[in-house]
């Protein structure tokens, strides 16, 4: 269920405040762009450089075909995650056992992309390694990231962006709405007092407060809020005698760091006490969060941030506790004060907060400076985030799969932190066996195996103790073996698993383990032992405390094992009885393997027609839970079925469609022999069937698909409307005698280095060619160029 990286297309930071233009620093960053593969934009805290990187990737977006890609690190702290969140911003699935970078290099080695890795500073050398990777394996990848220091690599190019600048205040200010400085100013201070403009009578105010500020545009929004409840003279009062305490009377300049503590300091004071207790409480937080969160690590209990029993003494986490309506008015104050910003989720979710990185650093050296506080209020954000996945696990075998995904997703920093905290503490590391256990259904089924083995295996290494939690975490890490490498492995754990959990009398996870066992032997094309084992699993029927998806995926893959074997009546059966199961408790994800299993029962029963229906509504309910390797199989299904029925160009553009799925789960590491090889079989018929040239170009026709495109295509639904459209223009457009061919073929599906050998160009030429043309026109991908071709014709 992980989202595949779509070809072109914009990924940014949704902005929840208007933007004030720093018209030359994005022209100097476009240009820099322009010739240099790794711009960095350094600068203080609190200047803007994660913004100002945000709005130059989406002015330069139509330069890179496979769009534009963000990569937040503000709250990760391992180094080891770098090129996992690289990986997860891409879309990538990475199922093998090689090091991340080079599964990462290799998937990008072929695309033309701008990757923005937002906030460096506190993990230069990682960040580094990857930027030196990608530079150095790759041809059309671009980095451009922001950090307070550079990353040292030779192909750096630096960009310092620095303060806005702020007139002279005892000088012209007659066009004053054309500095930033105070263009910010009046624009959040219209935020919080309507109304409010720049006028003849408060310009200089204005601006001697912006030079106050040295123009720091944190620092000035920090300001600009007090307007509710100061007067513009007021405040400029207020800063200046803070200002005048720190510097103890020096005329000297306070220097810049200094500036933007003293208006962070000041916002701070002028908290309520219990804003400044949820500040810093709040600061243990990575990345965004909802009030849910906030309240369950704001909570004030009876002996309040005491130092708690490490989780290893404790069996599980304690209750939910009562939650106080303060706890809403101290969040809602800090809104008011910009110190959180609110977020939208893009698929309605409802409203979640974040502090901006400064805010977050200095929120947790407030913590810090209670003896054991930090430890405390960690280790309820990590029963917290125990607490609800484990309420995931239990309703995902049920309706609400899509809303228990997007949750989980937009969550992923925080569990980070939570299994940081849990694996790095001295007591807490089998609380963090427990949670890496407890997300099995979030590694396995939302496309996340490379990091899930990442932490089952640091919890394993830190719990060898005979228990149920090491049981589970062996079974899941063998579930999430994808690859050849890695199977042998795969199955050695879930013996173990198996093996400990019977010894422990615990039924439950050793039918996990059972399940997991059978996979492997699928994968590795051992059929006859697959089927052996499923029967026998099956059976027996549910134990006590099993998980129903893994009960209903065992009777996925016997009826699988059947279909593979050539019994279709057999693998039918079973699917009807999965089914049912399914239906009763209104499941979607292991429906969707149910429905595509019982159309590859019928296509070993020849019976194309009766195939087709049930691999569509796979198809669909995988896209509605976005299980990205489920979409993958079948779409290779779906080009077998089209091939039964006789479509040899429609097995082609969906061959094509599936291959570029596939391109981001890597098809050589993963699946079995017996699975792909049906695939290779209605390849070599299309090729017969249409000839190469007719077949290659239907094949990159489907290529050329975004996975949403290959997804309606296959179930023959319009395509949806491009994500931006054409800029109007007054004149027609012209396209030379060279870039009309060129857009011929690009509409014929060629990919730019087809069409170098079509007009005997360098690959080079043509891909400035694909530009130029998507320039003019104002397009962003491929796709828009063959539509408007055909428009024309």
């Not at 220091?149 to 960009?159: D, I, N, P, S, V």
């Not at 992923?412 to 001295?426: G, H, V």
């Not at 198809?619 to 299980?627: A, N, P, S």
């Not at 459209?725 to 014929?748: F, N, W």
Request: aromatic letters at 4%; a neutral charge.
């Amino acid at each position: 269920m992980g989202g595949s990286a779509p070809r072109g297309g914009c990924q940014l930071p949704v902005e929840t405040t208007s933007f004030v233009d720093r018209r030359d620093e994005q022209a100097a960053g476009r240009e820099l762009l322009a010739r240099a593969r790794l711009v960095t934009f350094t600068g203080p805290g609190g200047v803007g450089k994660t913004r100002l990187a945000a709005h130059v990737a989406a002015r330069v977006e139509r330069a890179f075909p496979d769009g534009v890609r963000y990569v937040a690190l503000a709250g990760l702290h391992d180094p080891a995650l770098v090129p996992l969140a690289a990986a997860d911003a891409l879309g990538l699935h990475d199922h093998s056992d090689r090091p991340p970078l080079d599964t990462l290099v290799e998937r990008l080695r072929d695309r033309r992309l701008l990757l923005v890795v937002d906030n460096c500073e506190h993990l230069l050398a990682a960040c580094a390694g990857l930027a030196a990777a990608l530079l150095r394996g790759t041809t059309g990848v671009r980095i451009l990231a922001t950090s307070r220091h550079r990353l040292g690599l030779t192909e750096e190019h630096l960009m310092e962006v620095r303060p806005l600048p702020v007139p002279d205040p005892d000088g012209d200010l007659s066009a004053a709405e054309s500095h930033p400085a105070l263009a910010l100013f009046a624009d959040r201070a219209a935020a919080v007092l309507p109304g409010f403009r720049l006028t003849p009578d408060n310009r200089a105010a204005v601006a001697r407060l912006c030079r106050r500020l040295d123009g720091l545009p944190l620092a000035i929004e920090l300001a600009a809020v007090r307007m509710r409840v100061l007067g513009l003279d007021q405040l400029l009062a207020r800063l200046d005698d803070r200002y005048r305490l720190l510097t103890a009377g020096s005329p000297a300049a306070l220097p810049r760091h200094r500036t933007l503590r003293a208006a962070v300091d000041w916002s701070h004071e002028l908290c309520t006490p219990r804003e400044q207790s949820a500040w810093a409480r709040l600061s243990v937080l990575a990345g965004g969060f909802d009030l849910e969160t906030a309240e369950a690590v704001c909570h004030e209990p009876a002996a309040a941030d005491q130092v708690s029993a490490p989780a290893d003494q404790v069996s599980a986490p304690a209750a939910q506790e009562p939650q106080s309506p303060d706890i809403l008015e101290a969040v809602a104050g800090l809104l008011d004060k910009s110190v959180l910003v609110r977020e939208e989720t893009p698929d309605g979710g409802g409203a979640r907060y974040r502090l901006l990185d400064t805010l977050r650093h200095y929120g947790l050296e407030r913590l810090r400076e209670r003896p054991g506080a930090e430890a405390a209020i960690r280790r309820r954000h990590r029963d917290h985030v125990q607490r609800h996945a484990g309420a995931c696990e239990a309703a995902w075998f049920g309706p609400g799969q899509r809303e228990i995904v997007a949750r989980l997703r937009a969550d992923r920093d925080n569990l980070r932190a939570a299994l940081d905290f849990s694996l790095t503490t001295a007591g807490e590391a089998g609380a963090g066996l427990r949670l890496a256990g407890t997300l099995w259904f979030y590694w396995h089924a939302c496309g996340a195996p490379r990091e899930g083995r990442y932490w089952l295996d640091r919890a394993l290494d830190a719990n060898p103790a005979p228990t149920a939690g090491r049981a589970r975490a062996l079974w899941v890490s063998a579930l999430l073996a994808g690859s050849p490498e890695d199977l042998t492995r795969g199955l050695r754990r879930a013996r173990e698993a198996r093996a400990l959990a019977e010894r422990l009398g615990d039924q439950a996870e050793a039918a996990h383990a059972d399940y997991v066992i059978g996979v492997v032997q699928l994968f590795a094309d051992d059929l006859g032992a697959a089927r052996a084992h499923y029967e026998t699993t099956v059976a027996r029927g549910p134990v006590p405390g099993q998980h129903l998806s893994l009960h209903g995926l065992d009777l996925v893959e016997l009826a699988c094992a059947y279909a593979l074997l050539g019994h279709a009546d057999r693998a039918a059966a079973v699917c009807e009885r999965a089914l049912g199961l399914c239906e009763a408790h209104g499941e979607d994800w292991v429906r969707s393997y149910v429905l595509r299993v019982l159309a590859l029962a019928y296509t070993v029963r020849a019976d194309w027609r009766g195939a087709e229906p049930r691999a569509r509504e796979a198809l669909r309910r995988k896209r509605d839970v976005h299980d990205v390797i489920g979409i993958g199989l079948t779409l290779d299904l779906m080009a077998r079925i089209a091939d039964g029925l006789g479509a040899a160009e429609r097995t082609a553009v969906l061959l094509g469609g599936a291959d570029r799925v596939w391109s981001d789960i890597d098809r050589d590491r993963w699946g079995s022999t017996a699975l792909n090889s049906a695939r290779r079989a209605c390849e070599t018929h299309a090729r017969a069937a249409l000839g190469q040239g007719a077949y290659e170009r239907a094949y990159a026709r489907g290529g050329a698909f975004a996975l949403p495109e290959a997804v309606a295509y296959a179930l023959d639904e319009p395509p949806q409307p491009p994500p931006r459209q054409p800029e109007l223009r007054t004149a027609p457009v012209r396209l030379t005698r060279r870039e009309t061919q060129v857009a011929e073929l690009v509409a014929e599906g060629l990919g730019n280095q087809q069409i170098a050998d079509r007009l005997v160009i360098a690959r080079r030429t043509a891909e400035g060619h694909v530009e130029r043309i998507l320039g003019k026109l104002g397009f962003s991908n491929r796709s828009q160029i063959a539509a408007w071709v055909t428009a024309r014709r």
